[in-house]
């Protein structure tokens, strides 16, 4: 059995400030460790530092990494392939991204093992059908002749920690598993990591922002705090103030007018009262929406949504729950107009002008941070591109300005400008969403799970700003999520959608 020794591990930004401060651990073979923290604490930067898989712009300044003895750091390419996927492997934090999308699943992994283990193509589809009925997917034949957008979050999930198997490492990084998955399949998730776990006897490496999750899965846990250990816990019980503060930004049961704790300000003043909703904003009527999938023998449909009926009044907030699948994305789609319908209405109480200003007057925030923004842009470009469409008049100068303000509503700096999004963390991605669907003043805004790839600190902040956005410019929300606590801080009354109706 193999150990992994992790001795002052540095990593630095080609320019700026260090990412991990001579960072240690070690992880003894069949034992799981937790990484937990902030977005932007390092705890990615960690796990792709272990396989040599930093990107552009980071690199390991000092310290080794042993696996089995041997430092990574001296190993050429062909060494390192001996040790990806075979022997170390590595659940990425955005499952949809880790597949080709024009390729069937049960393509892929095929070719992994065609690739690193030399298997004729009956032996690799059996092996692969073999992973998949381990992992819990209850059709895998069904499941590898899909195509990745085929199959939903929690089978993309499973097929992703399938794929992980393959090779039967030893070592199993996995990079928050389970961000963006509702309660249930977040559980279950969970369960099937830890029966892999003992099973196997795999060591296992959890990377997460989410407390609950690290105590219930692994032996110990390190948190971290801007790239260094804050804290070593053995039994999951935090004690230094900073895990505290952390753990009291969690939603729960408030008064409206409160306001989340952060931990800059543990005690914040209540907010101003806030006007009660206003008259209606739209109005949906017998909304229905189907998807057409590919069949066994041509095209089927699935039903989205069957005759949803729903009012948003101006200055109101709405959350939306139900379980994956249920048809929450697809009902926040369509009202932002990028769903076609199949039956029913959708009607503002002011039409439009013009298509631009359609495009203003609602945004969305997608669940993906990694797909909401145009990987080729810088920040900066980015948000002055949308400042000056829809504010022709508005000098560069201008826009750089409003740019940076936008920045700081979420927490960033200006400096973030002159970035390119692969060098942000998921929840610093989710931030530049949530800014730059905010840049335009929208008079509705719809987040799709726009938090569930944030840690609490920034949740918190993100959720009390939504508040006073709402306030300030009377701003209507649809609030998308499968965190009950979240959205029952935030909204004013909640719609749950069970098998694609109310």
């Known amino acids: 059995m193999k150990s992994l020794e992790i001795t002052d591990l540095t990593i630095g930004r080609e320019q700026g400030a260090s990412v991990i401060e001579r960072f240690s651990l070690r992880l003894s073979p069949g034992e799981s460790c937790g990484l937990i923290g902030e977005s932007g604490s390092g705890k990615t930067s960690i796990g792709l530092a272990i396989l040599r898989l930093l990107p552009a712009g980071l690199r390991q300044a000092a310290g080794c990494i042993r696996w089995a003895g041997r ?64 992992v819990g997917l209850d059709d895998p034949q069904k499941v590898a002749n899909s195509f990745p957008h085929e199959l939903s979050g929690g089978m993309r999930q499973r097929a992703l920690i399938a794929f992980a198997l393959l090779n039967d490492p030893q070592l ?101 009262a806030r006007k009660a909703p206003g008259g209606t904003l739209l109005s949906v009527r017998e909304l229905g929406v189907v998807h057409p999938r590919r069949g066994w023998f041509g095209r089927a449909t699935v039903a989205g949504l069957n005759k949803l009926s729903l009012d948003v009044a101006v200055g109101e907030i709405v959350g939306v729950v139900g379980p994956s699948g249920c048809g929450k994305t697809t009902l926040g789609r369509a009202l932002a107009g990028l769903q076609p319908l199949s039956s029913g209405t959708i009607a503002w109480s002011k039409p439009a002008a013009n298509a631009l200003e359609r495009a203003r007057r609602v945004q969305m925030v997608f669940q993906n941070p990694y797909a909401s923004l145009n990987p080729a842009f810088s920040v900066g470009a980015a948000f002055e591109q949308v400042l000056r469409l829809h504010a022709p008049d508005l000098g560069r100068d201008a826009a750089r300005e409003e740019a940076v303000r936008l920045l700081e509503t979420v927490g960033l700096k200006a400096e973030h400008l002159n970035r390119r999004p692969a060098q942000f963390s998921g929840g610093e991605r989710q931030r530049l969403a949530i800014a730059r669907a905010l840049s335009v003043k929208p008079d509705l805004l719809i987040c799709d799970e726009c938090t569930s790839a944030l840690d609490v600190s920034v949740q918190a902040q993100l959720l009390n700003l939504l508040k006073d956005l709402q306030a300030e410019r009377n701003l209507s929300l649809v609030f998308i999520s499968h965190d009950l606590d979240v959205v029952n801080f935030l909204s004013d009354r909640v719609l749950e959608l069970k098998a694609h109706s109310i």
């Open 71 to 134: 430092d990574l750091s001296d190993c050429d390419e062909a060494g390192l392939n001996q040790v990806r996927g075979a022997q170390i492997a590595m659940v990425f934090q955005d499952p949809h991204a880790s597949f080709i999308p024009v390729l069937p699943v049960g393509a892929q992994g095929r070719a992994i093992l065609r690739k690193k283990r030399g298997l004729t193509r009956a032996l690799a589809s059996q092996l692969l059908l073999e992973r998949f009925a381990e």
């Open 172 to 272: 199993l990084i996995a990079d928050e598993p389970t961000t963006a998955l509702d309660a249930h399949l977040r559980t279950e998730i969970l369960a099937l990591l830890k029966r892999l776990q003992q099973t196997r006897k795999l060591s296992l490496l959890l990377i997460s922002h989410d407390h609950t999750a690290v105590a219930a899965l692994c032996s110990r846990s390190v948190l971290l705090r801007a790239g260094r250990v804050v804290e070593e816990s053995p039994d999951g019980q935090w004690h230094s103030d900073y895990a505290q503060r952390l753990l009291a930004c969690r939603p729960r049961q408030m008064d409206s007018r409160a306001r989340l704790p952060t931990l800059n300000d543990l005690n914040p003043t209540p907010r101003a």
